[in-house]
């Protein structure tokens, strides 16, 4: 729905644009034209969460490089060096007592695991080991409530599933706004996929290959017979692209 996507687009604009340091740390709150307190895990682990929506549901891949700034700076201020979870508070946080961490869910998902899931996520688009392994870290060190209370740790237990059952990387590439790359995408859309990245490229408007070499899932991927074509893998093992909303749809059914 386009209109919601020009609502999320709004939101997400307004916090990179105007809830965030000249440095790019990222701000709480904002009343009366200003933005002010340091964030929280929460904020950031959210923020970043919705930032990778918006490039999977638009295709803008500025919202994925803010994604990848943002994620760093959560790692920077709020990875606990000991046991390589993250704490709730940032290392600008100061005058506290002791820094606590939230591992289970409450009125909203557990920060900490939106954080390791959005890491999981980057790096699969972004092709970054390094945040495979620090998300890996991070579940390691919450293993025993994992086990000792399953229903609290839902999310999680989302991020063991994901390692657990590798998620499908979903090339398309088209043409942007094509009718046949449109019915590609209502074909991927109609699936639910918790499991999964997605990324998009139009080889008429990077034909320096600049997208390919961000996401490195779109590398060497290219239209078939002038149609948009989807190219689905998993664990750096692809299918032959298809051409075909019936195609596609039949191919994730036979990779789940």
């Known amino acids: 729905d386009e209109e919601y996507l020009r609502a999320a687009t709004c939101a997400a604009g307004f916090i990179r644009a105007r809830m965030r340091t000249d440095e790019g740390r990222l701000l709480r709150t904002h009343r009366r034209d200003r933005s002010r307190l340091n964030a929280y895990l929460e904020d950031y682990a959210f923020t970043v969460q919705a930032f990778i929506d918006l490039y999977e549901a638009g295709f803008d891949p500025s919202w994925i490089v803010s994604a990848d700034k943002l994620a760093k700076d959560m790692i920077g201020q709020f ?12 290392a600008l946080h100061t005058d506290l007592i002791v820094r606590t961490r939230t591992a289970h869910d409450g009125a909203i998902p557990s920060p900490q695991g939106v954080a390791v899931r959005s890491l999981l996520r980057l790096s699969r688009l972004l092709d970054r080991t390094d945040y495979f392994d620090l998300a890996e870290q991070a579940l390691k060190a919450h293993l025993v409530p994992m086990r000792q209370a399953p229903y609290g740790h839902l999310s999680l237990l989302s991020c063991v599933d994901f390692l657990s059952h590798p998620p499908k990387e979903i090339a398309i590439v088209g043409r942007e706004g094509s009718e046949d790359t449109k019915r590609l995408l209502r074909a991927l859309h109609s699936r639910f996929l918790p499991n999964r990245v997605i990324a998009f490229r139009d080889p008429e408007l990077d034909e320096g290959q600049e997208l390919a070499r961000l996401i490195p899932l779109l590398a060497g991927r290219e239209p078939v017979g002038g149609r948009a074509a989807a190219y689905v893998c998993e664990e750096a093992a692809c299918q032959p692209p298809v051409i075909t909303p019936e195609d596609l749809v039949a191919l994730l059914k036979l990779t789940s």
């Open 79 to 90: 990875r606990d060096q000991d046991t390589y979870g993250f704490y709730n508070t940032g």
